[in-house]
């Protein structure tokens, strides 16, 4: 009975987690990973989340910075406000300015209204600014003020506006190799790396490959209504070999792909991108197959329509149009079951 009634909590607390993600918004419980590395992320991110201290997330793309940024302001007294995104290199210079602090009507041809900027948008709540080595020296020393004072001058305009506003930035850059008088201002890095946290490439945390697949396939079996039961040992391990220097969103994808790919209820490595499949060897001996090969193509297309027929031998060499022994064969060739 207890158990029972353990289980769908767990249940219900694990589609509340879903739907988050799919909102992609973020807190800590959503935040995926059970190695050393992630958890002293999480570990630091939870502590600073209570403070308004600046905060600075660095780390390889895809490494989860924003995730982490959405995290520690949902984690914080000003979740009920707002939290706002903006990419510093998105933008050219002056349309970065009026973004982040707005402008008057006739600062400049095409400002015919008034215009909020991001940083009155985040009035007591917080403003995340990635790629914040890309800013410009102008900017930067605007920025600056903002952080001592809480003021900022809008594009055209001459009085000050002030906010109370949490700043957290990141880059997946080294800020410090690029201080320089021309680059990025060494008073302004001291004021933002106050608090820095680094988040960990997905190489440096293989036992975080696993966790995170099994919960992307759930997520997608479920926003693709298919139902998944198996992930093959040959999936993962090829998975595992794999170095992702697209970290966790370079993961999502490929699994989001492969649970498209997959008609039946096991995801094995045939969906997968060609790349990972003729990067890594397997142990179960089958054919490794260059992305290129013509028999990879022809691999994939049998599993396909192997899928199609929910494994129907027959049906699959009518439809290929080929004889049923030419199809065994080539099952024992790639070593399809
Ligand atoms: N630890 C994690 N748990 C769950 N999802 C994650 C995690 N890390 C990243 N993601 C997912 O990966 C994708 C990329 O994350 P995010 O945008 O936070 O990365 P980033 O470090 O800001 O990358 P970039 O430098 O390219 O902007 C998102 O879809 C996010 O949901
Ligand atoms: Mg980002």
Do not use: W
């Amino acid at each position: 009975m207890l158990a029972r009634a353990i289980e769908k909590v767990e249940l219900a607390k694990r589609i509340q987690q879903l739907e988050k993600q799919l909102g992609n918004k973020h807190s800590f419980a959503t935040i995926l990973g059970k190695s050393k590395p992630i958890l002293l992320a999480i570990e630091m991110a939870k502590k600073v989340a209570v403070t308004d201290t600046t905060v600075l997330l660095t780390g390889e793309t895809g490494t989860g910075k924003e995730v982490f940024a959405q995290s520690i302001h949902q984690a914080s007294t000003r979740s009920k406000n707002n939290f706002v995104a903006i990419n510093c290199s998105a933008f050219s210079k002056d349309l970065l300015e009026s973004e982040m602090f707005g402008h008057k009507s006739g600062a400049f041809t095409g400002a015919v209204v008034d215009k909020r900027g991001l940083f009155e948008e985040a009035n007591n709540g917080t403003i995340f600014l990635d790629e914040i080595g890309e800013m410009s020296l102008e900017l930067q020393a605007k920025l600056l003020r903002v952080i001592e004072t809480g003021e900022f001058i809008k594009v055209g305009e001459t009085k000050t506006t002030k906010v109370n506003v949490r700043i957290i930035v990141a880059t997946h850059r080294d800020l410090k190799r690029k201080l320089n008088p021309d680059i990025f201002r060494e008073d302004l890095f001291y004021r933002l790396a106050v608090f820095q946290i680094k988040l960990p490439a997905l190489s440096e945390r293989v036992l975080d490959i696993e966790v995170s697949c099994k919960y992307f396939v759930v997520l997608f079996a479920a926003k693709t209504n298919k139902q998944l039961k198996t992930i093959t040992p040959e999936f993962l391990e090829m998975l595992k070999q794999h170095a992702f220097p697209g970290n966790i969103r370079e993961l999502k994808n490929i699994i989001e792909r492969s649970v498209i790919l997959t008609t039946g209820d096991a995801l094995s490595p045939d969906s997968l991108p060609f790349e990972i499949q003729s990067k890594t060897n397997t142990s179960s001996g089958s054919k490794i197959l260059s992305a290129f090969d013509l028999a990879s193509a022809e691999k994939i297309h049998i599993q396909k329509v192997l899928n199609y027929t929910n494994g129907n031998k027959t049906e699959a060499a009518r439809l290929l149009n080929i004889a049923l022994t030419t199809l065994y064969r080539k099952l024992e060739e790639y070593k399809i079951s």
